[in-house]
């Protein structure tokens, strides 16, 4: 089963030895990954380590894309009302092109209330509705910026006058843009706006549980995308694969992906949980691109 790709998420709390991570990132691109992401978080309810010992995702990223020269740089995801939608396209327009094209926009509408109380221009977490609003109202802001030379916006939550972006990001018309969005509201902006959809497992509301629940939303995307007039096979369908830390279950990870490949995934960033330590890593990473990349490329 050729034409899938890899990426890696590595964890998102610092290595003690910043050259090593240096290291790691050059080894993953030798060892033939697509893409390094990471979560954009400054607090997570995360028991497996300090849940506010975050790197921030955007300078990290532009760190990376200095120590490669072609592995792919992206985040899952930037959520967009944690964030001033015209300051986090001018972060990510820069990175681009520092990088010289290799961003790839993970946005989300975001889930948990401290880092949007801490963190967020408003200091409060919105509803549901309101945050999935200023999602796609958001979206409009940073396409603007990014494909229009002077920008004037009056939206609901966010307004622009005259507003300039420069300089614009490398790639044309823009950098690809995957939703993380798993709801029905979220689905139907990621069809009408974004090059591509991130998924996961997780038994919690609107999450993928099973092979077939991920089959019926493929569909629904699709369907979504001819509705708005988009072609599909233009569209990137991404997976978040989970792997534990003993790889006892390559094989099974193995058959996972063989199985969502033919229900329309393209691409799997993987994972390892829970976070490994740094020294742990480098083998980690080595073993999965050895025994299993092989079998999809």
């Known amino acids: 089963m050729s034409g899938v790709r890899f990426g890696i998420n590595p964890t998102p709390h610092p290595w003690p030895d910043v050259k090593r991570f240096a290291e790691w990132c050059v080894r993953v691109e030798d ?7 990471l979560p954009d978080h400054y607090d997570l309810p995360a ?23 072609s592995v792919r740089v992206g985040c899952m995801v930037s959520p967009i009302p944690r964030w001033i939608p015209s300051q986090l396209a001018k972060i990510i327009a820069t990175v681009d092109f520092l990088s010289e094209g290799r961003v790839i926009a993970g946005f989300g509408v975001g889930f948990y209330p401290p880092e949007f ?4 221009p408003t200091a409060s977490f919105d509803d549901d509705r309101t945050r999935i609003e200023k999602f796609e109202e958001g979206i409009q802001v ?19 006058s005259n507003a300039t972006l420069l300089p614009k990001p490398k790639q044309k018309p823009h950098p690809p843009m995957w939703s993380g969005g798993m709801g029905p509201r979220s689905l139907k902006i990621t069809a009408k706006y974004f090059d591509g959809w991130i998924a996961h497992r997780a038994p919690s509301p609107h999450r993928v549980v099973s092979l077939e629940d991920y089959e019926s939303r493929v569909k629904m995307v699709r369907d979504l995308l001819r509705g708005y007039g988009r072609d599909p096979t233009k569209f990137t369908f991404v997976f978040l694969l989970m792997i534990g830390l003993d790889l006892k279950d390559l094989g099974e990870s193995v058959k996972f992906i063989e199985d969502h490949a033919r229900a329309g995934c393209q691409y799997f960033i993987v994972e390892f949980t829970p976070p490994p330590p740094p020294q742990k890593y480098m083998e980690l990473s080595e073993r999965f691109a050895r025994e299993v ?5």
Request: charged share 15%.
């Open 47 to 69: 028991p497996s380590f300090p849940s506010n010992e975050l790197l921030d995702a955007w300078t990290t990223l532009s760190y990376i894309s200095a120590k490669t020269s």
């Open 293 to 297: 990349i092989p079998s999809f490329t």
């Open 117 to 120: 109380i801490n963190y967020s």
């Open 142 to 160: 940073i396409l603007k910026l990014w494909t229009e030379d002077n920008v004037n916006f009056n939206g609901k939550y966010y307004r622009l």
């Open 31 to 37: 060892l033939g990954y697509d893409g390094i992401f």
